[in-house]
């Protein structure tokens, strides 16, 4: 019998370019609708495959402060989230929504 060995999942391993985590980013505020905890995730996805030290210097905030922020049971403000979403390189950009 053969056994099969898996080891889980990593979204970050596959963010290679700003365009990746852009529109992993995209996606994540897509499915995540109104959950704040799980656009924070994604942030937490995108920062690991960008470099948390690096990220930490660039928005000032330390790399614990990063990891508890944005992980899946962090709660980070919304200042927090625009350091981050600058320091990343990406811009946010607002469209109508067509539910009204």
């Known amino acids: ?28 505020l897509v499915e995540g609708g109104d959950d704040p905890a799980f656009i924070a995730h994604a942030l937490g996805v995108i920062a690991r495959a960008r ?15 990063l990891y508890k922020a944005l992980s899946e049971d962090g709660n980070p403000s919304f200042a927090t989230i625009l350091k ?9 950009h607002a469209t109508p929504s067509h539910a009204c």
């Open 1 to 28: 019998m053969t056994t099969i060995r898996t080891r889980p999942w990593d979204s970050a391993e596959h963010l290679k370019t700003e365009a990746d985590m852009a529109e992993y980013l995209e996606a994540s």
């Open 51 to 65: 470099g948390m030290a690096q990220l930490a210097r660039d928005t000032g905030i330390s790399r614990e402060g």
């Open 84 to 92: 981050v979403i600058r320091a990343l390189g990406i811009e946010l």
